[in-house]
């Protein structure tokens, strides 16, 4: 309820929809941005987007409450895309990937940037993971 759709430049009805960890996402990639001093200096930027991200709690709670589908429902819980979202803000050039390997995600993705940087495909990296347990039964599986 406290995330500013207008300042991300999505509609209020796609704002509705969106994971709440992609929210997340791109909230903590801004303030990044702003507390390293370059977020005035970013659009454009041969910049890569790496992201660990692997719960899909929210997903599962939509398609139980059995909501009608929109086509805000695949873009705005659609994991894969969490990076693409955070480049596309910015118009990022530099890679854009979303990794789901379980509780090493963030790792991987980490692992992933600094294999870019050394290898030239981006200039500069934002790496983040973002996992948010929505719902009881992560814990109810894993306890069984």
């Known amino acids: 309820d ?5 300042f991300f430049k999505i509609s209020r009805r796609e704002a509705e929809w969106i994971d709440p960890q992609l929210r997340l996402l791109l909230q903590s990639f801004y303030a990044t941005g702003e507390d390293a001093g ?3 200096r970013l659009r454009g930027t041969n910049t890569g987007v790496f992201v660990g991200v692997c719960s899909h ?3 599962d709670r939509l398609t139980e409450l059995q909501l009608p589908m929109n086509p805000f429902t695949g873009v705005g819980t ?3 895309v969490f990076a693409n979202r955070a480049s596309f803000l910015f118009n990022l050039t530099g890679p854009s990937i979303a990794y789901d390997t379980a509780c090493s995600s963030t790792l991987v993705a980490l ?6 940087l ?3 495909e981006c200039a ?4 983040g ?10 814990y109810r599986y894993f306890s069984s």
């Open 38 to 40: 370059i977020i005035n």
């Open 2 to 6: 406290a995330f500013d759709a207008d």
């Open 124 to 127: 500069m990296a934002f790496v």
């Open 78 to 80: 659609t994991q894969t």
């Open 129 to 138: 993971g973002v996992n948010l347990l929505l719902s009881s039964q992560h």
């Open 57 to 59: 709690d929210y997903v």
């Open 118 to 120: 050394r290898g030239n």
């Open 111 to 116: 692992h992933a940037a600094c294999q870019a």
